[in-house]
């Protein structure tokens, strides 16, 4: 939905609604968890932007509650959250969510403690990442156009190669094995290949592309492909097939263009998604949702970039994939006049051209990029 008050651009991104876009209450209370590297700098950009955005399209009121769950956090406390964290979480609208690791503490604790469990406490099984070619985005392919490369991929979030299932055995010795399971269920394929279909009937070109790799590991993707067989055949109006990963990898390369709706395992998904990023641009801009469909709990907001240590505290870090962030929550919430100025007002800064962070061929900060999305934002 284009917005006459909004900064003109000559390209924005194809809106992305959430599954069952919730109608808007006047006060939503919003968890902010910005975490560690990075994760602080884009998310104070990305609450400013909101802000804006809200304030000036939406009758409605956004109430921050900053958590400080974080490494700092654990080397404080032992732990990377409260006892009682999950649930103050689940009292909340939705989780802003900035980046969560760091060097000096192993990722099964950060990642595995946090950011992980959160998805599947919360039964966040759409992870909806999209990718878009903005105007005035150097693109690292010859001859690609703006708006030419415009996808969505949903990457299964609760179960996969992921589930925490496996082990070591006699470690550190010579007879050490590790077991790592993939976890595929019918239910989970199921539902999520039913929210790819579900917004492919929203999008123009109406095509789904199942990644698999079902020649190699015959159980779980065997599956994964059984269960794809059996869903398309309820969306005959939507285009479908299967592609093997490595051949997907290839042709988010060659060809990034004929893709319009991407379902993948939780790994090929997470995989494939910085690959996307790569080809628009930057993962600076690369945005994600952690859904629950349902709403029986919160759902979560994040950039994929991670916390990027090497960058953190220079103020240079790309806020505008936190910022995008920002507007799927809004989107979820139900503010889709706010969601869609922000991707207006992100896209108007892109093409503009004046503002550029490292990531982009630049040497602006990290709150200059926020500034200038605000402005636009307040027109």
């Known amino acids: 939905m284009a917005l006459d008050s909004t900064p003109a651009a000559a390209s924005s991104p194809t809106p992305v609604s959430s599954p069952s876009a919730a109608s808007s209450p006047s006060s939503l209370r919003i968890a902010v968890i910005a975490g560690d590297g990075i994760g602080p700098e884009v998310i104070e950009q990305a609450i400013r932007a909101a802000e804006a955005a809200v304030q000036r399209y939406s009758p409605a009121r956004l109430e921050w509650n900053r958590l400080p769950w974080s490494t700092a956090y654990y080397k404080k406390h032992g732990h990377m959250l409260p006892p009682d964290g999950w649930d103050l979480l689940r009292e909340h609208d939705a989780i802003l969510f900035g980046a969560v690791g760091d060097p000096s503490v192993p990722d099964r604790i950060t990642v595995h403690e946090l950011l992980l469990p959160m998805r599947r406490r919360f039964d966040q099984y759409v992870n909806l990442r999209p990718a878009y070619l903005f105007a005035g985005v150097p693109c690292p392919l010859v001859g690609k156009k703006p708006g030419e490369i415009d996808l969505l991929v949903f990457r299964e979030n609760t179960e996969g190669e992921y589930a925490p299932v496996g082990g070591r055995l006699y470690p550190e010795t010579p007879a050490e094995v590790a077991v790592q399971t993939a976890l595929f269920t019918r239910r989970g394929c199921e539902r999520i290949m039913r929210a790819a279909f579900e917004a492919a009937r929203r999008r123009p070109r109406k095509k789904v592309t199942s990644i698999t790799k079902s020649n190699a590991l015959i159980w779980g993707m065997g599956l994964w492909d059984a269960v794809f067989e059996d869903v398309r055949r309820d969306y005959p109006d939507v285009q479908s097939h299967s592609l093997l990963v490595d051949a997907a990898a290839m042709d988010l390369v ?126």
């Open 254 to 379: 060659r060809k990034p263009e004929t893709f319009d709706v991407i379902v993948a395992s939780n790994l090929f998904g997470d995989i494939l998604t910085d690959l996307s990023a790569a080809v628009t641009g930057s993962i600076g801009l690369a945005s994600s949702a952690n859904i629950n469909p349902t709403r029986e709990y919160p759902s979560m907001f994040e950039p994929v970039h991670g916390s990027a240590p090497d960058i953190a505290g220079r103020g240079i870090a790309n806020p505008l994939a936190a910022i995008l962030s920002a507007g799927l929550m809004l989107d979820h919430l139900g503010l889709s006049a706010a969601a869609e100025a922000i991707r207006q007002a992100v896209a108007a800064v892109l093409a503009e051209g004046k503002v550029r962070t490292p990531d982009l061929g630049g040497s602006h900060t990290t709150t200059d990029m926020g500034n200038a999305v605000v402005a636009a934002l307040q027109g």
